[in-house]
């Protein structure tokens, strides 16, 4: 079973698992956008548009989907804000954008769903301009964590829609050109991580 086809069929129920738990912490990681330099933003795995109704106004946004019918989704969230953002479907491995072309890339529940989580971030790397930000919300195994039951389960909700056995610092340790900023417990316990990340550079 593909992602695509995964979330298609969750399409039409996602947010009301979603949502809920997850808002306090989209609306502190987007809060973050208000600071530094935020002229161009894109938001890997977009999704259904949760993000959406809580971005600033201001930069120019820019939405990457694997899902046309979460995509449809995000389009009509788009249209009810009056949200001017523009929504493209491709693979968070293999972005279709040119290098230094944003200077922030927001990836909420996206790196403990894809199987190589390390190929995204190195995308939204080459992608992000010097000195530009990654800000992730997502759960995360701590370095020697031993978690046995999300480990004996991750194989199984993999095939399904996300990971959860994902260790961040051994992503980001094949990751070069990026620096940890912020990393604080977001949900359940710490389980869920905000993680800022800057690029490198000048």
Do not use: C, N
């Not at 079973?1 to 698992?17: E, G, K, N, Q, S």
């Not at 946004?61 to 009810?80: I, K, N, S, V």
């Not at 909700?157 to 604080?184: C, K, N, W």
């Amino acid at each position: 079973m593909t992602l695509r086809y995964t979330y298609t069929l969750f399409a039409p129920i996602y947010d009301a698992f979603v949502e809920p738990f997850t808002h306090g912490a989209r609306r502190r990681s987007l809060a973050l956008l208000r600071d530094g330099p935020h002229d161009d933003v894109l938001l890997v795995g977009v999704g259904s548009g949760l993000d959406l109704p809580l971005l600033p106004h201001g930069p120019r946004y820019t939405g990457l989907d694997l899902t046309p019918a979460m995509l449809a989704r995000a389009q009509r969230q788009a249209a009810r804000l009056s949200l001017e953002i523009r929504l493209d479907q491709g693979d968070a491995r293999h972005l279709p954008y040119p290098a230094a072309a944003f200077d922030v890339v927001v990836l909420h529940l996206i790196l403990a769903v894809t199987p190589h989580p390390e190929r995204v971030l190195r995308e939204a790397t080459r992608v992000l301009r010097p000195g530009g930000r990654v800000l992730i919300l997502d759960k995360f195994l701590r370095p020697g964590q031993r978690a046995p039951v999300r480990r004996l389960i991750s194989p199984l909700l993999g095939l399904l829609a996300t990971r959860t056995d994902v260790v961040f610092d051994d992503v980001l340790t094949q990751t070069p050109g990026l620096e940890a900023t912020s990393d604080l417990p977001a949900l359940a316990g710490g389980w869920f991580r905000l993680i800022v990340l800057r690029k490198i550079g000048r």
